[in-house]
């Protein structure tokens, strides 16, 4: 299986692969990739990222392109996982389990709500900022497909999840590099699953 020299394209590339998308479709997608390196500057990778989105969307529906963004979370284990873990074994009910996720700023950002139609929303910013960074592709210049931001996505959902002891299904609400900075990283999530409880977790 092909290898390329930056990690974040790299890890496109293989969901593609194990999400089984048909080859000629991943060749067009990751065009150019091998082209990216390590050492490239910040502004040409978010330049290409921006282009190698713009032909998902184009090549793919959107359930299968966020699928696969989701798939390329990084950063799911280490300290985020094990502070994780302790709000799911400390607390013994969903919304103190909640709260404590809320007040965990290094883990979700700014915020963690529970919303008034049973969801729960995730914010790495205030409402109240004039202009919004992306943390992940600071260089960008341009907007960039929110169907990037499912990476990030991904990565919120996944120590979530493990928070919750709980299924969720995701929704990337609005993103700093998609709305050019006008608008905060917004995750939201549906509980589709609760009587996922991981009890597993409490022996970890």
């Not at 931001?149 to 919120?156: E, I, K, S, T």
């Not at 299904?169 to 999530?189: H, I, N, Q, W, Y």
Request: hydrophobic share 35%.
């Amino acid at each position: 299986m092909k290898k390329y020299e930056y990690g974040r394209i790299n890890t496109l590339f293989q969901k593609l692969k194990e999400a089984q998308i048909d080859n000629k479709i991943i060749i067009e997608i990751i065009k150019d990739g091998e082209l990216i390196r390590k050492t490239t500057n910040p502004k040409k990778k978010a330049e290409w990222m921006k282009d190698a989105m713009t032909r998902m969307d184009k090549l793919l529906d959107s359930k299968i392109r966020y699928s696969i963004r989701e798939a390329c979370a990084c950063c799911l284990g280490g300290k985020r996982f094990k502070k994780a873990k302790e709000i799911f074994k400390n607390n013994d009910n969903f919304n103190s389990r909640i709260d404590e996720a809320n007040t965990t700023k290094f883990l979700f950002g700014h915020s963690v709500t529970l919303q008034n139609d049973g969801k729960i929303l995730v914010s790495f910013y205030p409402n109240n900022l004039e202009k919004y960074k992306c943390v992940c592709l600071p260089k960008a210049e341009e907007p960039i497909s929110i169907t990037y931001c499912y990476c990030c996505g991904g990565h919120v959902k996944h120590h979530l999840q493990t928070v919750l002891g709980i299924k969720l299904e995701l929704k990337v609400r609005s993103s700093a590099l998609s709305s050019d900075g006008k608008k905060p990283c917004t995750f939201l999530f549906k509980i589709i699953d609760e009587a996922c409880q991981r009890d597993s977790l409490l022996t970890i």
